[in-house]
């Protein structure tokens, strides 16, 4: 050890030159461009760790998502109060921001005020640190003749670590520089500001946005220059942000454009990734920080460190002989002696030499040339290898943006505020030559912030206010589709009312409770080959059904869709039953069974009039379908009839059953606690077990029977063929399945309160206008055009698409169901939102897309929440017809929008749950379709018949 002293003394006293003995010394402080380019790669490394979303929380370099996606585009307009906290002065400031036109953009005006911050708030408690910020504000809004009455919207720079997942809202993850506020880590920050504001009292302030002071910086600069991706900070602390691929960002949610990152760069090295550029000063002037083994980039860089490593290097060289003659003054030994002011001054490029001597003669030191020259190139070195290692992180963005941007060249602005970066000119200037130099195929410029960091936090914030407006309007627009429990509990009521009232067949009523002449559901004991038809969902279905002897659950099934194009459903019934007849036709054919006279159920799933099995009256079309000259019709007949118009083929029709009382009976071949059919799909209906007894209808054909003597279920044995049988008298018989159409509630006026203008214009454009209220709300071949009709008026109101009302989204018809289950998908990304919408001819934005997820959303639970309204009643009534306090029961259920929305289901079945806790109701979708439920009321049917 006294060796080396005596070397160095030596040397110091043999070599002339001081600088060469000061670079000898800082040697590793003297960062050359390989040695750059290997910190520039480790911390594009730390970058990509920051993103992903595995090693992100392990992090030392933070990479945290702003929620900032764009930089200003002169739209910005407003009149905001702005709070600047973390960098060396508190302020606070009113910022108006005029929208500009055209290419040359608005302007900014504004006033501030600096408001003293002692060190003791910074290390007191933190609800006493807001507290005065709430003070300072409300001073400054009556220093400046502000008024208190009116509401102010305010932005907020905070320029420490915070995990945003919006603009306003975020959580402290650890305090940096020279602050240390109890109480507030892990905290949402604007919380605590609106806490404090409340505390304060007096001022009606709404905190819009919260920013890092790198990305305020990258606004502030980005208002005059559209190349402005990336903020720096050099002052009290150091910091970077840039604009990243959303994509990237892991922890946010979407693809689509960009965001702002906060790089929060200063914690590079606090995993020891720069142990190797760590000097024994770094870590002195670490070890005695506040903050000791965090923001070591930080320390090597920043302000708040410079002056205090400058002195440290010089006590260290003084105390080896190689200054001042190895004298040592007390005030050498002294924390903070050196600021960062110093380290400037000396720094400066005439008058440096002088103000170093002045420097340290006001320290007490009495030094020679040889002293000044050294201890100025000590201030040089450090300061230069800050400037470097800055270099070094910026090269390592800007070569990131590149690649992101597939580009070989890349023009970019470089937004910079901050004390370092400001008054110390050599600095700047060391910094743009070495950041040229490391990336030669850039066009860099660097741009000073020279308005501070608020004004482009106030444009954060107008873009903030901006979206919490539409917002607002969005959520008016959609507050009427979001109803409450009561509402839900009426309408459950309102179903129950209709349902009975239905029963009663006094006159028609709007829920028509339509006799199904099914009595039981399935026993396993049905044997056979039938054909199936189904016609009233998406597609027309012909199916052969074999149920086979002794095996239950072991059907075989064959079948061939057919699309029944829309003028033959609009057009006359002998065209669409001909249609029917011809893909029989075909489908017998495929199956090679042309001469076989099978016996056929007909799955139609329309209101029909119903007298026996195979008998039907179409009430009223529903749907899309208006073929003329079939409601009041037997379809079975026309059906018939275009049959033996064709003069090929035969059939023996001998059931005709609806669609949800095929869906119950084919469930109910799996699950015998089956008692009730549901479809959710282009239509809404249900079916369900009733008591003959409440049946009015049937009552009085019993009476009527009774008068000739003969048992209630010889009725059933007649209406349906047969002769009567034993199974007839037991106590099974006592039920009869009921088609409740209840997509017929409301055309009576019972749902107006719920019904809003959009489903008035749905219904009003509808082929049956007045016509199946219910089903309008709930069913997925309206949801779409509930959601047009939305989307139309927010467009009209400026709200989506920039106002632009297309042909596309004045077309009727153009969200399918299937658009709405892929839009909903949780697995969606945006940018996929956003090319369906795209596929639909809608060019939005990513904002568009939010808005119609939002839409789509909003739409599909109150349809899902009207279903289990529905159901609630239907299996409160089953449960209340046994007598039972509890009942557990088994939905059988098909439809697209129930097997295909990602969430309808889900919010059907709670809404169920919580509308009848006395019923356990199970939900099961049905795998066949109703043909196979058809097919097993036919054997039964043709059983009966043919006994
Ligand atoms: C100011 C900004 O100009 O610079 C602040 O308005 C920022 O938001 C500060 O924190 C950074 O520099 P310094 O030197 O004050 O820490
Ligand atoms: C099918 C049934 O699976 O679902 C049809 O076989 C029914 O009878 C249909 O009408 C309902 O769903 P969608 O979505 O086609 O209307
Ligand atoms: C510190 C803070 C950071 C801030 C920077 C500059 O590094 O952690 O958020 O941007 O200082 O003020
Ligand atoms: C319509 C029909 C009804 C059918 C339902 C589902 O509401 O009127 O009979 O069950 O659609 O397809």
Known sequence: MLAVHLISFFFSKLQEDPTK????????????????????????????????????????????????????????????????????????????????????????????????????????????????????????????????????????????????????????????????????QGKDVVQALREAIDRTGGMDIEVLAMVNDTVATMMTCGFDDQ???????????????????????DLVEGDEGRMCVNTEWGGFGDDGALSDYITEFDQDVDATSINPGKQIFEKMVSGMYLGELVRLVVLKMAKLGQLFDGLVPDALRTKGKITTAHVAAMD???????????????????????DCVAVQHVSTIVSFRSSNLVAAGLAAILTRIKQNRHLRALRITVGVDGTVYKTHPQYAKRLHKVVRRL??????????SDSGSSKGAALVTAVAQRLASRKRQVDETLAPFKLSQEQLQLVKATMRAGLEAGLKNKGPSAVKMLPSYVYHTPD????????????????????????????????RLYHKIYTVPLEIMQGTGEELF???????????????????????????????????????????????????????????????EAIKRRNEYDLDIVAVVNDTVGTMMSCAYEDPQCEVGLIAGTGSNACYMEELKNIEKIRQKKQKTEGDEETPEAVEDKDDGSKGDKKAETSETSKM????????????????????????????NSVNPGKQRFEKLTSGMYLGEIVREVLLDLTRGGLLFRGRVTETLKTPGIFQTKYLSQIESDRLALLQVRSILQHLGLDSTCDDSIIVKEVC???????????????????????????????NITVGVDGALYKLHPHFSGVLQETTRVLAPQCNVTFLPSEEGSGKGAALITAVARQKRDR
């Open 524 to 555: 396993g004991t049905e044997r056979g080959k039938y054909l199936a038809l189904d016609l009233g969902g998406t597609n027309f279905r012909a199916m052969l059904v074999k149920f086979k002897k002794g095996l239950q659950n072991n059907t």
């Open 348 to 370: 400066e490029y005439k008058n440096g030499l002088k103000n170093t001597r002045d420097i340290l003669v006001e320290l007490g030191l009495n030094p020679s040339q040889d």
């Open 439 to 448: 990336l030669p195929e850039c066009q860099v410029r660097f741009v000073l």
């Open 578 to 640: 001909d249609h029917l007849a011809q893909y029989v036709s075909d489908f017998l054919d495929y199956m090679g069974m042309k001469k076989a006279h099978l016996p056929a159920g007909f799955t139609f799933s329309f209101p029909c009039e119903q007298t026996a099995i195979d008998t039907g009256i179409l009430v009223s079309w529903t749907k899309g379908f208006k073929a003329t000259d079939c409601e009041g019709h037997d379809v079975v007949n026309l059906l018939r």
């Open 227 to 249: 190349y402005c991706d990336v903020g720096l900070i050099i002052g009290t602390g150091t910091n970077a942000c840039y604009m990243e691929e959303l994509r990237h960002v």
């Open 737 to 764: 399945c009921i088609n409740t159409e209840w997509g017929g509630l409301g055309d009576d006026g019972s749902l107006d309160d719920i019904i809003t203008p959009f489903d008035a214009e749905v219904d009003h």
């Open 857 to 887: 959303g909003a739409v599909s639970r109150r349809a899902a929440e009207l279903c289990g309204a529905g159901m609630a009643a239907v299996v409160d009534k089953i449960r209340e017809n046994r007598g039972l306090d509890h009942l």
């Open 21 to 184: 003995m000061v670079d000898r010394f800082l040697h590793a402080m003297r960062l050359h461009d390989d040695q750059l380019i290997d910190i520039s790669a480790r911390f594009q490394a730390e970058m990509k760790k920051g993103l992903s979303a595995e090693s992100s929380a392990a992090a030392a370099v933070k990479m945290l998502p702003t929620h900032v996606r764009s930089t200003p585009d002169g739209s910005e307009k407003g009149q905001f109060l702005a709070l600047d906290l973390g960098g060396s002065k508190f302020k606070v400031l009113q910022v108006k921001v005029r929208e500009g036109m055209g290419v040359r953009k608005g302007g900014v005006e504004m006033e501030e005020k600096i408001y003293p911050m002692s060190k003791e708030l910074f290390n007191g408690r933190a609800p006493e640190l807001f507290d005065h910020v709430s003070e300072s504000l409300k001073d400054f809004l009556h220093v400046k003749n502000i008024s208190l009455d009116k509401k102010h919207p305010l932005a907020f720079t905070f320029s420490f670590p915070c995990e945003q997942t919006r603009l306003d809202k975020g959580l402290l993850l650890s305090w940096s520089k020279n602050c240390r506020a109890r109480g507030l």
